[in-house]
């Protein structure tokens, strides 16, 4: 791990004393999700791109045991015991960079209470739409991106 993501890591652990804490790796997340990828039929190991899996797990973790997940460069500038987590899923929006610019959500920041429908219905989607994409459209947020109709 760089200095910086972990410089950010402890931002969120010193910000938030009273929180459990949890870095995941591959392997723990894989294991403690396989019922729940099996239950929706994911075809998790078909997938082309390990960031395909990487943003699916961080949804099924989210989905399976619910809290809050962030990416490892957002820094925490105050206790998330202040953050209005009013429903019962929420994601980041993104704002716009630019005047042409699109806003749009994203997976850096996530909270869910455990078998939140919407993850649910992500995750479904998540069949359908990681089957047939490039290297560079499946970096990032290609999830919350696309779980509209076709």
């Known amino acids: 791990m760089t200095s910086n993501y972990l410089q950010c890591m402890n931002t969120v652990i010193d910000k938030n004393p009273g929180w459990k804490h949890r870095l995941w790796d591959d392997k723990a997340a894989y294991e403690q999700t396989a019922d ?23 949804v099924l973790i989210l989905y399976k045991f619910g809290g809050i997940c962030c990416d490892l460069d957002m820094e925490c500038i105050e206790s998330l015991d202040n953050f209005p987590l009013t429903n019962h899923c929420g994601f980041l ?12 959500v994203h997976q850096s920041f996530i909270y869910s209470d455990p078998g939140d429908e919407f993850l649910r219905f992500i995750l479904k989607r998540s069949r359908i739409k990681y ?10 947020d290609y999830v919350s991106q696309t779980i509209g109709p076709d």
Do not use: M, Q
């Open 36 to 58: 729940v990828i099996y239950e929706l039929k994911i075809p998790f190991h078909d997938y082309k791109y390990d960031i395909c899996r990487w943003d699916i797990l961080r």
């Open 93 to 104: 929006f993104e704002p716009k960079v630019s005047r042409s610019a699109n806003s749009f």
């Open 131 to 140: 089957n047939n994409i490039d290297e560079v459209t499946s970096s990032g």
